[in-house]
């Protein structure tokens, strides 16, 4: 067995048949049982599967309603449990934050002194430590069969570079260390593909991963599009060609008015992207780019909505954003009020694909 590096303690030594998250953490919450779904004339597995890559969808996806996380104890992005402050296994120190339900890096971090060197100070997580197979049993046995599975690859190639550093050093190291930026990022493509081989093993079906990585402000994207080009599209290229080559989707998750970005998520092969609104403008993603790539968007429904309400802004959403066939509905609403717009969503959405594909 390999050494035990002091951040790989905790995750060599867990008990992976037990739980370990907190009911109050995302883990456990995104990845909770859900109602069994109604049935159905066609599968829903592959009809989400026909939406986020561009062939033809029976209806239009309810987002959270037809996928289950697949977001394991095994992979200690954060600490395990979430609601707990400590360490992951890069050295990162986190803190959870009651009010917003999740956890932030402890401000004053610092695992990389010398960019230029950062092979010294990292120590890189050794997956042979980590038990993947109890723990993907564990998780695929709670797992859906009638529901999308998706991997929630959190802590992308960037982002978890600016964990490990001061934000401002992590944005001067593109100009100032660019070869030990890409030592960095190209590295952290191979840990992403090794983990990604660890989770398809052994987590049952998995259909697609939401990679999570920042990309901006709520101005703008942090980088130029030249350099997002030059110096993060290289190493997030071969991860990407890599989950592609396995038959899985790619959902990105990024936070920002990363807007200027469209072009090079597409070059990426990123099949969906769930953005921000309304910093970035829905209507002109799907007018621009809306046959060339997914997006999730949201039903505004208001807590004083009636039923009534609820299923004609579910019908004018329909109407505004089916066209292209690769849009999908998220809400934030209450529990009843989903219900009714995933009602009317699928039987609005089925009539409106079977005259538009002359079913």
Same mark, same amino acid.
Request: glycine share 6%; proline share 7%; with cysteine.
């Given at each position: 067995?390999? +050494? ?6 905790t ?6 048949s037990?739980?370990?998250?907190d ?15 109604? %049935?159905?004339?066609?599968?829903t ?18 987002k ?12 200690e +992005? ?40 950062w ?7 050794d997956l ?28 992308g ?22 070869e ?9 493509a ?11 093993k ?23 599009n ?15 060609d890599y ?34 609104? %309304? ?10 780019f ?18 009534e ?11 505004k ?13 209450? %529990?009843?009020?989903?219900a ?20």
């Open positions: 067995m390999s +050494e035990i590096g002091r951040f790989m303690q995750a060599a030594n867990r008990d992976y037990k739980f370990w998250q009911p109050k953490s995302f883990p456990a919450m995104m990845q909770a049982p859900k109602p069994p779904l109604e %049935p159905r004339e066609h599968s597995v592959e009809n989400y599967i026909r939406c986020v890559t561009g062939n033809q969808p029976y209806w239009m996806p309810f959270s309603m037809e996928t289950q996380i697949v977001w394991p104890d095994a992979m +992005e954060h600490p395990v449990p979430e609601t707990v402050d400590g360490y992951d296994w890069w050295g990162v120190y986190w803190q959870w934050v009651p009010s917003a339900g999740g956890s932030i890096t402890k401000p004053g971090t610092r695992v990389i002194h010398d960019m230029a060197n092979e010294n100070d990292v120590e890189w997580p042979s430590l980590v038990d993947f197979e109890t723990d993907g049993k564990k998780i695929a046995a709670n797992l859906d069969p009638n529901r999308v599975h998706i991997y929630e690859c959190v802590e190639l960037t982002e978890r570079l600016h964990e490990m550093m001061p934000f401002e050093e992590f944005l001067l190291s593109f100009y100032t260390e660019p030990a930026l890409e030592r960095f990022l190209q590295k952290m191979d840990y992403k593909i090794e983990s990604c081989e660890k989770i398809f052994y987590y049952g079906r998995v259909d697609g991963i939401c990679y999570h990585d920042d990309w901006g402000t709520q101005r703008a994207g942090f980088y130029s030249e350099m997002f080009r030059e110096q993060i599209m290289p190493a997030t290229k071969r991860f990407f989950v592609k080559s396995q038959g899985k989707f790619i959902e990105l998750h990024s936070c920002g008015k990363n807007i200027q970005y469209c072009e090079e998520m597409i070059e990426l092969g990123i099949d969906m992207w769930s953005p921000q609104l %309304p910093i970035n403008d829905p209507d002109e993603l799907y007018q621009n809306g046959t060339r790539m997914g997006f999730a968007f949201n039903i505004p429904i208001a807590p004083t909505d009636t039923e309400q609820i299923r004609l802004k579910v019908d004018e959403f329909v109407e954003y089916g066209a292209t066939g690769r849009v999908m509905a998220s809400a934030w609403a209450a %529990p009843a009020q989903s009714i717009a995933a009602d009317e969503l699928y039987k609005f959405s089925t009539q409106y694909y079977n005259k538009l594909y002359k079913r």
